[in-house]
């Protein structure tokens, strides 16, 4: 009994395997290759490291420093945003471009997204401050250029910055007659 009974649960496992162990050949249609479509990119586009070269940066204008995973602005960066200002006031012929920065922490996208946020920030209250908006750019370099490289809460705090670069007016550059004022 005991063997019939042993039989039957082998020929049981067995056709069971058999049967769930055996997938079908899927089918597979040969699609017609599509060729690969390039869109060519228009000359007048520039890209940020072209676009930003004839941008150094000016020692009257201050750096602003942000607080953890923040973009709003602190009374000391107010002041500091508030002498800018006067300069840029009296130096009309100079643009800028602001970048946003950020530490290490957090993902790339996200720390990309907090950086546009700063620098955003800050043209907003140079705006307010009387700069007009065609004088002033943003770009975003999230945790890609730290000006200190280490892993500790001072270094940090020293990446998560709004910098502020200028670049003279062409006219003014084809002249030769700008000197800053201070």
């Known amino acids: 009994m005991n063997k019939q009974f042993l039989l039957i649960w082998l020929c049981y496992y067995f056709l069971l395997f058999a049967y769930t162990g055996c997938a079908k050949k899927a089918i597979v249609k040969q699609m017609p290759s599509i060729p ?8 007048t586009e520039e890209r940020p490291s ?3 070269k004839d941008y ?3 020692p009257h204008l201050g750096t602003v420093y ?7 602005l602190k009374e000391e960066a107010r002041s500091i945003l ?4 006067k300069w840029l006031k009296n130096n009309p012929e100079v643009a800028i471009v602001i970048e946003g920065h950020c530490d290490e922490k957090g993902s790339t996208d996200y ?6 946020r700063r620098a955003k920030s800050v043209k907003s209250y ?3 401050l009387g700069i007009e908006e065609k004088r002033i750019e943003t770009i975003s370099y999230g945790e890609e250029m730290p000006v200190d490289y280490g892993h500790y809460e001072s270094a940090w705090a020293k990446n998560r910055r709004a910098e502020s670069l200028g670049k003279i007016s062409p006219e003014k550059q084809e002249e030769g007659k700008f000197l800053p004022k201070k």
């Open 111 to 116: 720390n990309m997204a907090l950086g546009d």
């Open 66 to 72: 942000f607080d953890f995973d923040s973009a709003m």
């Open 126 to 128: 140079l705006m307010k």
């Open 56 to 58: 150094k940066k000016i």
């Open 36 to 43: 690969a479509v390039t869109i060519p990119t228009p000359d």
């Open 82 to 85: 508030f002498k800018n200002s």
């Open 50 to 52: 072209t676009k930003w």
